[in-house]
């Protein structure tokens, strides 16, 4: 009887164990799916914070950015009302003088075309009918000619890029059918940009040119404009007027001198026919002259 009472007590005993480890486990799954739910709100509180953060930061830049227009805005009021000063305030003689300017341009629009047209005619058969090459009938001739570039400036608002022919830039087409020994390893950026700072001078060289004695005087270019004179007459063959520089005059422009590697380049650009060399005999021995092309 005593062993079936003992029997009876551990079984209850294992009954209740196993029913407090249901407990148990059932308290950790429970939990478990608290310390879940509690990650996730957890990770969504931390994003929001990363983006409340990012969001501060660009709070932050947004109120430099209306500062700084705030101080562009009291700039650009405190320039407008300067405006209307200065609108308000012009005075009579700068008026007259703008009213007198366009009175004076639409008299020059006015002027026929066929009268400039007859007038550069007159004068280039005046050119050609003259055999001699004289220096003095050379720059006679020069002379004219610039006369009447600067009537065609005045009348038809030329502008000063105009003032001389100007090298064209060498195509890729061009540049692949020049042979390796003229080229060598050079780049077409590198002779296009040759080409540019050679068009910079020769407008800068023939703006002097341009100006007329008295002009040059005034601006004090009178001693440049003597030198680029006396090179025309060097130059000047056959009564054709011919657009050139020298080396003297690529350094005089750019302070650098023309070195073998420039030369090569010329070199290229002689074979494209874009310059032609030109000699300048018995007034500066060994100095060579290179000559724009004026007929392309």
Request: with cysteine; glycine share 2%.
């Amino acid at each position: 009887m005593d062993k079936q009472d003992n029997l009876d007590d551990k079984h209850n005993n294992r009954d209740n164990l196993e029913q407090i480890i249901d407990r148990q486990l059932t308290k950790l799954r429970q939990l478990d799916g608290a310390t879940r739910l509690i990650k996730k709100n957890a990770q969504r509180s931390i994003r929001s914070l990363s983006w409340v953060q990012n969001l501060r930061q660009v709070f932050e830049k947004l109120k430099e950015q209306n500062v700084r227009c705030r101080e562009l805005s009291s700039l650009i009021e405190a320039l407008n009302k300067q405006i209307l000063h200065q609108t308000e305030n012009v005075p009579e003689e700068v008026i007259q003088s703008f009213q007198n300017a366009n009175k004076q341009i639409y008299a020059q629009a006015m002027v026929s075309h066929n009268i400039l047209d007859y007038t550069a005619n007159s004068s280039y058969q005046f050119v050609t009918r003259t055999g001699q090459k004289t220096p003095g009938s050379v720059y006679s001739n020069t002379e004219k000619r610039e006369t009447i570039k600067d009537c065609k400036r005045t009348l038809f608002n030329e502008p000063n890029n105009q003032i001389c022919h100007t090298i064209p830039l060498i195509t890729v087409e061009e540049f692949n059918k020049l042979p390796k020994y003229i080229i060598g390893r050079q780049t077409l950026d590198t002779i296009n940009s040759l080409i540019s700072a050679i068009n910079q001078m020769l407008i800068a060289k023939y703006t002097i040119l341009s100006l007329g004695k008295a002009a040059a005087q005034k601006k004090g270019e009178i001693n440049l404009y003597l030198q680029y004179k006396k090179q025309e007459l060097c130059v000047q063959e056959k009564n054709e007027y011919l657009y050139f520089f020298t080396a003297e005059d690529y350094y005089a422009q750019t302070k650098t001198k023309l070195d073998k590697t420039k030369l090569n380049l010329i070199t290229a650009l002689r074979h494209c026919k874009r310059l032609r060399e030109y000699k300048i005999k018995n007034v500066l021995p060994g100095v060579f002259c290179l000559v724009l092309v004026t007929n392309w």
